[in-house]
Each structure stands twice: as C-alpha cells, then as structure tokens.
T-cell receptor, first 116, second 114 residues
C-alpha cells in the first residue's frame, strides 16, 4: 500500500519551455503533498507544501511564480516549472501524506529534469 | 549548524558485515524519526519509522532513537550487496511551523562488496 506515482520519470527540453510534473497517490487519498528538489550527491530540499483545495506554501527562497503547484484533487498534485533554464535542471521528487502531519511520508520515484 | 547532521561517508563494508548508520539532531521538537533508502535515480524508500524514543526491529534492520542524546541509529545485519544505496535519516515535529515537514540528513553512501 501507500504507492505514489510520479510522471514523467525523465524530461529533456529546451531552455524557455515549461514542464509539468505529476504526482499521484494510487491507493490512498493524500490531503498533503510535498515537492522536493535534489542535486547530485546532496539531500532532499523541501520546495513547497501542497494542500488539496488551497494554495501551496513555499519554502524561503523558492520562487512561486517559477514553480507553480496545483493540488486539485486528493490524488493528484502537479508541479510546473515555468520558462525553465539550465539552472533548473535537477531531480524533483514528490511525497504524500494521508492527512496533515501524518508520518511517514511516501515518496514517488522522482523526475529527472534536464534543460538544454 | 544544520538541524540534522549525518556523516556522508562513503562507507564500504564486506558482505555479511553489520552496518551502523547514525544521525544527530538539534531540534528537541522532533518526534518522528525515519530512515529511507535511496537507490541511484530513484525516490526514497521507507525502511524504518519510529515515534519518540526506543528501538524497532524489522528483519535485518534495527532502528534506535535516543532523544536524551538527540541521536538516532540504523543497524543493518548480514549486509548484502543489494543494500548498497544512500541512506537518509529524516525527522519531523508534531506541531508549529515544522508540522508535517521532514528535515533530512545529508545521506550516507553505503557500498557492500561481495
């Protein structure tokens, strides 16, 4: 149980394009989803917290206009990287909780984004 | 000083060895303690989850939490080459601004060689 699916697993695109990443909870309803970013050989850094039906809460230093998050249903959250540039290249990972504060979080398999 | 400190290694052990991984933390509000395993280019996979202090065992894995020392450990018995991965400790509080959020250690890279 507690499976989180992330799609796509790999994206390569040109600078200036926008990229959408989906995060789905397959066998449970997730009130809260989190989006992380991970650089090579580094740990996960929280970008934002996404609650179903409300605006996402962004961590300090994360541009909300750059990283658009939508959590329209209890099983789907999306992260859109707008006008992506090479410095946005990274490994993006989502996680989900059944209810706020509930542990442990369950993670997707990540999306490797490469901007040329 | 980081809230969670974890030795990044790398750690290399022979097959069958007992592996000891640990993290220290500074935030006394942390109540949930997790260990995740992450293979290359994959998302973290939950290994162990503990609430508050104590020990927990699951197969070859044992997790220990000592809140008085702000120190958590993960032991892997009879290590296998398939255990080669990055091990991340993660922690969370039960309220306040850190509610529900995980704070990760840097991760320890483990290699188990045949």
């Amino acid at each position: 149980g507690a499976v989180v699916s992330q799609h796509p697993s790999r994206v390569i695109c040109k600078s200036g394009t926008s990229v959408k990443i989906e995060c789905r909870s397959l066998d449970f309803q997730a009130t809260t989803m989190f989006w992380y970013r991970q650089f090579p050989k580094q740990s996960l850094m929280l970008m934002a917290t996404s609650n179903e039906g409300s605006k996402a809460t962004y961590e300090q230093g994360v541009e909300k206009d750059k990283f658009l998050i939508n959590h329209a249903s209890l099983t789907l959250s999306t992260l859109t990287v707008t006008s992506a540039h090479p410095e946005d290249s990274s490994f993006y990972i989502c996680s989900a909780q059944i209810k706020p504060g509930d542990q442990p979080q369950h993670f997707g398999d990540g999306t490797r984004l490469s901007i040329l | 000083q980081k809230e969670v400190e974890q030795d990044p290694g790398p750690l290399s052990v022979p097959e069958g060895a007992i592996v000891s991984l640990n993290c220290t933390y500074s935030n006394s509000a942390f109540q949930y303690f997790m260990w995740y395993r992450q293979y290359s280019r994959k998302g973290p996979e939950l290994l162990m989850y503990t609430y508050s202090s104590g020990n927990k065992e699951d197969g070859r894995f044992t997790a220990q939490v000592d809140k008085s020392s702000k120190y958590i450990s993960l032991f892997i018995r009879d290590s296998q080459p398939s255990d080669s991965a990055t091990y991340l400790c993660a922690m969370s509080g039960v309220g306040g601004t850190s509610y529900g959020k995980l704070t990760f250690g840097q991760g320890t890279i483990l290699t188990v060689h045949p």
